[in-house]
């Protein structure tokens, strides 16, 4: 489960920036797992999740976890549709946000794939 501290120093960014954390629970909601919890347990998880994107870090280390694998399993519990879809790998936030673009049908991937775009190993290369 998360954290009870929370998100360290994301609340007034949260406020400014409503429309993109709203886009983003959406974005959870979709995906989640129905038998994962109640439905309050899953909007709880999908607001923080989408509150600790708009943090400066790794999205695991503004959700305060020891690594991106304790992401990954809170992903792999409560959103299995995305992670589905991370087939890839691709760093979670990143990952988040482009899932958002390509709802919009906004594609703005310097390369056509992300095989031969030069900032790959910076959406999927390793956390420290």
């Known amino acids: 489960m998360l954290h009870a501290r929370g998100v360290a120093g994301v609340n007034t960014v949260a406020m400014a920036r409503a429309d993109e954390v709203t886009d983003l629970v959406a974005l959870l909601l979709d995906h989640a797992d129905a038998k994962a919890g109640t439905r309050e347990e899953i909007e709880t998880v999908a607001e923080r999740v989408a509150v600790a994107c708009l943090g400066d ?10 690594s991106r ?33 390509e709802r919009e049908e906004l594609f703005i991937c310097k390369a ?8 790959r190993p910076i959406c999927f290369g390793p956390e420290n």
Do not use: I
């Open 57 to 66: 870090n790794h999205l695991w280390q503004d959700l305060r976890f020891a």
């Open 69 to 101: 694998a304790e992401l990954s399993a809170l992903m792999t519990r409560w959103f299995p549709a995305l992670v589905a879809k991370n087939h890839a790998d691709m760093k979670w936030k990143k990952f988040l946000y482009k899932q958002l673009c």
């Open 112 to 119: 056509p794939s992300c095989a031969v775009c030069v900032d």
